[in-house]
């Protein structure tokens, strides 16, 4: 049983570059969400999910873009990398009788954006 | 804005001794506090959590102590470990308010002395 994962692990890429990282996972959990980890910051929501096609903003949403055509797989795009996009992105899940409550984190995907 | 604010922001404890880490928040509409515990190069995984109508959780070694009054939330982690250093996130989420998002704290780093 994978649980959830996320690819690829580490990125470099260049400011003004579209990147796509994924995020899949194996329970059928209804809701899945992005953060990213910053120094000082903690967890910050980016975007969330409670369902297949339904997708909304979280805490720091401006310049991500996220879909959900299968429940399973919740891809989040940085439409023109920047550099203040450097972080360490995870991706989460949970189930619907759970809510938000307990989250269950993947691996993270460290990017690096030059 | 981070709405639930986390100390120490560091924390080294002698092996067999006591882990203490605070959370304060603002918002009175937080029903549900969790702690995570993420170990290097994981994603965080939940810990302990507890709900207001209580002032204190225990789950082996980790206890949370919540003050209502205050406003506080602390996590213990009595005879701590090597095995324990990681870094600890307290959070916050309210069923009242749309999404039941979780706030997370900037985090403590702990590391415990063998």
């Known amino acids: 049983d994978a649980g959830i994962t996320q690819s690829p692990r580490y990125k470099i890429t260049e400011t003004g570059r579209q990147v796509t990282l994924m995020c899949h996972q194996t329970w059928s959990h209804s809701y899945m969400f992005w953060y990213r980890q910053d120094l000082g910051h903690g967890l910050r929501l980016i975007y969330y999910?409670?369902?297949?096609?339904?997708?909304d903003k979280g805490e720091v949403p401006d310049g991500y873009v996220v879909s959900r055509s299968k429940t399973e797989n919740f891809p989040l795009t940085l439409e023109s990398a920047t550099r203040s996009q450097t972080s360490v992105y995870f991706c989460a899940s949970s189930e619907e009788r759970e809510g938000w409550e307990t989250q269950y984190f993947g691996p993270g995907t460290r990017l690096l954006v030059l | 804005q981070q709405q639930v604010k986390q100390s120490p922001q560091s924390l080294i404890v002698q092996k067999g001794g006591i882990s203490i880490i605070n959370c304060a928040y603002e918002?009175?509409?937080?029903?549900?506090f969790p702690w995570y515990q993420q170990f290097p190069g994981k994603g965080p995984a939940l810990l302990i959590a507890i709900r207001p109508d209580v002032s204190e959780k225990k789950e082996g070694r980790f206890t949370i102590s919540f003050n209502k009054s205050a406003k506080q939330f602390s996590l213990h982690i009595m005879d701590s470990q090597p095995g324990d250093s990681a870094t600890y996130f307290c959070a916050a989420s309210s069923t009242l308010e749309y999404g039941n998002k979780l706030v997370f704290g900037a985090g403590t780093i702990l590391r415990v002395k063998s």
């Open positions: 918002n009175t509409a937080f029903d549900y």
């Open positions: 999910s409670a369902a297949a096609d339904i997708t």
